[in-house]
């Protein structure tokens, strides 16, 4: 069997994907820079505005992040003074999480710029294609859901960003 070329794994799945991911991350950082925000940091404030009082390990199931990575993401929201933990009504040991005024008024102003990253990103296709390429994406990740179970409960495994 010939070993790969280069044009063998610029066609490979794993490499298309990781150069789209560059490419999106790179526009939305152009776009939450203002902000002061990281993609992430902007994720865990959506989860957070959506499941008010979630605690860390429920929102790192919701973002589909890892939750050591998301201490940090959460302290640095913290020290911005765009969330707030709070104790858990039921576990002392446990915190929630909420969102701060500022941080609702930064998340508005940043869920503009989110908006703007996405139909950057995909601005070069046709509508149709769109679309197209978010549903097959979608499609990929369902199916592929068994597989990501295993590995997000698999402590070998670590859980990459989505």
């Not at 790969?4 to 490979?12: F, G, K, P």
């Amino acid at each position: 069997m010939p070993i790969l070329s280069i044009q063998d794994l610029r066609q490979a799945p794993g490499y298309l994907f990781r150069r789209a991911f560059q490419l999106s991350v790179a526009i939305a950082t152009e776009q939450l820079t203002p902000h002061n925000l990281t993609t992430v940091q902007f994720a865990s404030l959506v989860g957070i505005h959506e499941h008010p009082g979630v605690d860390a390990t429920r929102l790192s199931a919701l973002i589909k992040f890892d939750k050591a990575t998301l201490t940090g993401v959460i302290d640095r929201l913290e020290a911005k003074a765009l969330i707030e933990r709070r104790p858990h009504p039921s576990d002392r040991r446990a915190r929630t999480l909420h969102l701060t005024r500022e941080g609702e008024k930064v998340l508005r102003e940043a869920s503009v710029a989110a908006r703007e990253t996405r139909e950057a990103v995909l601005e070069p296709l046709p509508r149709a294609e769109r679309k197209q390429l978010l549903a097959l994406l979608n499609k990929l990740i369902e199916l592929h859901a068994d597989r990501e179970h295993l590995e997000a409960n698999d402590p070998e495994q670590k859980v990459t960003p989505p």
